[in-house]
């Protein structure tokens, strides 16, 4: 069964830092492209960063651009953000996500989430 | 930035009936459509991808139509567990972007 599953969320205070990671197994890892997507409380779903196989081709929103970082190891199988300067509007559930085919397409696995928290 | 639109914001119909929901671009997407599935508390899942190719698992009265900037999705005949909210998504322009979301609720 093909799953994901992310860590490392929590509260942390504005300006502060966490680092995601998404632990992927049940397929190979290092064919597929593979995003970050949040969902702030209550609001909708907003796409973030995307890297592509051999983490050649990166993308960022441009809320997150400058600040986020991300990177993916595929001799781990894992996918991670590191969030840098951390604003009260990047709280959100973040959810890692697989793409269908090796390019960004749509996102057919996803993980159950981390909750990150910014707040004093 | 491509925008998506989806109407209605809010659907409510009752098991057994038909429920049509609806995505437009703000400019062309060619099929490059995504519709997913997201119920309280749990992440989003796949139901329709490239418009109109049901993803894996999916039922059957779950169809996806549309090309260009206008997209449907039809729920041919509501199951209690279809009460939830839908999202379209588009790739074909970055930033990749998402609806606003249509909540489908039981009347």
New interface residues.
């Given amino acids: 069964e093909m799953q994901l599953l992310e860590s490392g969320g929590g509260l942390v205070q504005p300006g502060g830092s966490l680092r995601l990671s998404c632990a992927a197994s049940g397929f190979t890892f290092s064919s597929y492209a593979m995003?970050w997507?949040r969902q702030a409380p209550g609001k909708?779903?907003?796409?973030v960063s995307?890297i592509s196989t051999g983490s050649t081709d990166i993308?960022y929103?441009?809320s997150v651009r400058g600040r986020f970082t991300i990177s993916r190891d595929n001799s781990k199988n894992t996918l991670y953000l590191q969030m840098n300067s951390l604003r009260a509007e990047d709280t959100a559930v973040y959810?890692c996500a697989k793409s269908?085919t090796t390019m960004?397409?749509?996102?057919?696995i996803?993980?159950?989430?981390t909750t990150v928290t910014v707040s004093s | 930035e491509i925008v998506l639109t989806q109407s209605p914001a809010t659907l409510s119909l009752s098991p057994g009936e038909r429920a049509t929901l609806s995505c437009r671009a703000s400019q062309s997407v060619p099929s490059y459509l995504a519709w997913y599935q997201q119920k309280p508390g749990q992440a989003p899942r796949l139901l329709i991808y490239d418009a109109s190719n049901r993803a894996t698992g999916i039922p059957a009265r779950f169809s996806g139509s549309g090309s260009g900037t206008d997209f449907t999705l039809i729920i041919s005949s509501l199951e209690p567990e279809d009460f939830a909210v839908y999202y379209c998504q588009q790739r074909t322009n970055w930033p990749i972007t998402f609806g606003q979301g249509t909540r489908l609720e039981i009347k």
């Fill in positions: 995003s997507v909708g779903l907003e796409w995307v993308k929103a441009d959810y269908r960004t397409t749509a996102f057919d996803w993980g159950q989430g």
